[in-house]
């Protein structure tokens, strides 16, 4: 009778050994699965633009740092018809891409070697074509990005090109310029 006695003692140790791990088990896989799909969750999906980065003639590629969590890598760009370009930003990974998005805007200032060549009367009295553009971040191949699409250039020669973020509320540029010469497209 003790014999049976134990044998049974020791069948319900081992069950409920059995059990409780089972218990345990169960909590942590569900856990490391809500992680999982919080991280990914959490990741910020920019718009895939065509990565075009090994078609664009480059006229800047050293790191600029415009202000602290403002660095551009480089500037490319690619003709898509005559006289009509499409300029590449590509910018540092790992940038606070909400705050360039909402907050600021980009602008250009191009001073032509010729001015005779500038097309519009407001572009002879200043001298410069200048123009602003959003700055909502896309994703092309590995780099994060923002594009001028469709931006049109007839000098094709430039003493001085000036780029600088701005604020979208008007208050100012910020940070440093960065000034590029002997700029030929």
Known sequence: MKNILLVLLFLVTI?????????????????VKQDEKDKVSSVKIFPIEEDITMKL???FDNDFVFDKGLVLESIGLVEV????????????????????????????????????????????KRGSIKTGIGTKIKQM???????????????????????YFYNKNG????GDNLILTNVSI
């Open 15 to 31: 069950s409920c050994k059995d059990e409780s791990k089972k218990e345990i088990l169960k909590p942590e896989t569900t856990n």
């Open 57 to 59: 003639k480059y006229i």
């Open 81 to 124: 018809d005559k006289d009509l370009y499409k300029f590449v930003f590509i910018l540092e990974k790992g940038l606070d891409f909400k705050r360039i998005s909402e907050d600021l805007n980009f602008g250009m200032i191009f001073y032509p070697s010729d001015e005779s060549l500038l097309e519009t009367e407001t572009e002879k």
């Open 141 to 163: 191949g590995e780099h994060f990005v923002f594009t001028l699409d469709e931006f049109r250039l007839l000098p094709k020669n430039f003493k001085t090109v000036r780029f």
């Open 171 to 174: 208050v100012g540029i910020v």
